[in-house]
């Protein structure tokens, strides 16, 4: 079992930046691959970025390619979302996910554990 808490969340302009924090309590996260995803309101939740356990592989979505970055602070015991370039259409919740499996997935239903959420806002 892990649990996952995500921080870093808040109110930012369109082009600031905002780092997304995911941190991990009763499992090291260097064990399990790991996603983002986000909702928005009346919206599903959808695939953002992830990065696969042993190599670092890394997926985004084309919405966020060249803007996000996902990567891993095994000192921490953390996954981090650096979000640049912010547009009004990022504004959401965003989650992060671990997957036991190797290799990341960029559905929902690959993931076996959740965290709780971080609002993101971005004003335009």
């Known amino acids: 079992q892990v649990q996952l808490v995500e921080s870093g969340g808040g109110l930012v302009q369109a082009g600031g930046s905002l780092r997304l924090s995911c941190a991990a309590s009763?499992?090291?996260?260097?064990?399990?691959?790991m996603g983002w995803f986000r909702q928005a309101p009346g919206m599903e939740r959808e695939f953002i970025a992830a990065?696969?356990?042993?190599?670092?592989?890394?997926y985004y979505v084309d919405a966020v390619k060249g803007r996000f970055s996902i990567s891993r602070d095994n000192a921490k015991n953390a996954v981090i979302l650096q979000m640049n370039s912010l547009k009004a259409e990022d504004t959401a919740v965003y989650y992060c996910?671990?997957?036991?499996?190797?290799?990341?997935?960029?559905?929902?239903?690959?993931?076996?554990?959740w965290g709780q959420g971080t609002q993101v806002t971005v004003s335009s």
């Open positions: 996910a671990a997957r036991l499996a190797p290799y990341a997935s960029t559905f929902t239903v690959g993931y076996d554990y």
């Open positions: 009763g499992r090291a996260l260097s064990g399990y691959a």
């Open positions: 990065i696969s356990r042993g190599d670092g592989s890394t």
